[in-house]
């Protein structure tokens, strides 16, 4: 069984584009079982994006979607949430679980944006062996 950490957020498109990544894999149905994580951080409170009557990651419609997308194809997904440093949780979760590859959301920001800010996908990528892919939203609508 090939195991596969989605870090996801709450944006449909770039979710979505996680999840097809995924189904896009040699024998996805029979091989692959996806974990998909949610990290509740500080930065929620202040993002008009993130619904504040979230409490669960079952909540997370773009994620049910996602996990919807990767069950149609037959693939096994456990959802997970974590409420500590993104990376961290990241890095915590491919280690508790094995995974032979995460498949991360990537952002577009600029240089300055990254430095200003961080990067988790950046960061993410510096810290482990594990087959890290890199996924945007281009091309996909909600």
């Not at 979505?16 to 930065?43: C, I, R, S, W």
């Amino acid at each position: 069984m090939y195991r596969v950490l989605l870090p996801v957020d709450e944006n449909p498109k770039r979710t979505l584009a996680q999840a097809q990544a995924v189904t896009n894999l040699p024998n996805a149905g029979e091989a692959v079982k996806a974990f998909m994580l949610y990290v509740f951080v500080d930065e929620d409170s202040l993002d008009p994006n993130v619904d504040e009557s979230v409490r669960s990651v079952e909540d997370i419609e773009a994620i049910i979607q996602a996990k919807n997308h990767l069950e149609e194809h037959g693939i096994e997904v456990e959802l997970f949430e974590d409420r500590k440093d993104p990376v961290q949780a990241i890095l915590d979760h491919e280690s508790a679980h094995d995974a032979d590859a995460i498949v991360i959301g990537g952002r577009k920001r600029s240089p300055a944006g990254k430095v200003l800010f961080g990067s988790v996908t950046q960061s993410v990528l510096m810290n482990t062996d594990t087959p890290v892919v890199v996924t945007g939203d281009a091309g996909l609508s909600e």
